[in-house]
């Protein structure tokens, strides 16, 4: 085989060109994910548990990417370091009091680095500053306050099957009033006392407007009510003029 000729050369031109441009792509694409075109500023914080972080993820302010994770390292049994390299244009908005939290890019997504807006009485973050964190919430966690509310919801609902039953047994006070027509007609028949002596009432408070030893009282009253109701109207007549 004859390795000279030119449609060998070609092709051996065309795929170390094509090996080229792979890897110039490969190294804008890794560039560019861990800017190294970009100027950057740095940034740490420590987490008891980094909660699955890697190197790499994304760092987001305000949902937007803006940084990627630099470094995790393990400090002591309590404490995990994780350096952040930050694009230089956001640092203006970076305050000192902004705090970092492990969040997620989705449901099942991977984990990004979120930091928090400061107040804005505070002053800038300086290249280099740790910032306060925190603590991610892991998943177990969630889960298994899920269960103990699932739980107690059985329980309620066990207990409230428990005092519809008694209901419709007739058992307990409420039940004895739904399940017992005796009792059902003594309220009416309260109510319907308590109806005529309201009506007698008023009947008493008439008598009593008729009779002399009261008529001067509630005429009196009438007459007060009447005056009162005079000095409204002039008051009135005034504001107007």
């Known amino acids: 085989m004859n390795t000279h000729t030119p ?23 890794i560039g560019k994910q861990k800017n190294l075109f970009n100027p950057v500023f740095k940034l740490t914080t420590t987490f008891y548990n980094v909660s699955g ?24 049994d309590s404490t995990v370091l994780v350096d952040m390299l930050i694009k230089k244009d956001v640092q203006q908005f970076f305050k000192s009091d902004c705090e970092a939290g492990i969040g997620s ?9 979120i930091i928090t807006q400061g107040s804005t009485d505070a002053p800038l973050v300086k290249d280099g500053q740790r910032i306060s964190s925190i603590e991610p919430v892991e998943t177990d966690d ?20 428990e005092i519809m039953v008694k209901i419709n047994s007739g058992n307990g006070t409420l039940g004895r009033l739904i399940q017992d027509s005796t009792i059902a007609e003594n309220i ?6 308590l109806k005529k002596s309201s009506k007698g009432l008023d009947e008493n408070m ?6 002399f030893l009261f008529k001067g009282y509630y005429k009196r009253k009438a007459k007060e009510a009447e005056q009162k109701k005079h000095d409204a109207e002039e008051k009135k007549q005034r504001n107007k003029k």
């Open 7 to 29: 449609k060998f050369k070609l092709r051996l031109g065309l795929f170390i060109a094509g090996g080229i441009a792979l890897f110039v792509i490969a190294i804008f694409l």
């Open 53 to 76: 972080l890697q190197v790499g993820n994304n760092i987001r302010f305000s949902g937007i990417n803006v940084g990627t994770v630099d470094n995790i390292v393990i400090i002591n």
């Open 105 to 113: 890019s989705g449901i099942i997504g991977d984990r990004v680095l």
């Open 142 to 161: 969630i889960m298994l306050s899920l269960k103990v509310t699932a739980d107690n919801t059985a329980i309620i609902s066990d207990q409230l099957a």
């Open 188 to 193: 009416n028949q309260t109510i319907l006392n």
């Open 206 to 211: 008439s008598a009593a407007k008729e009779n």
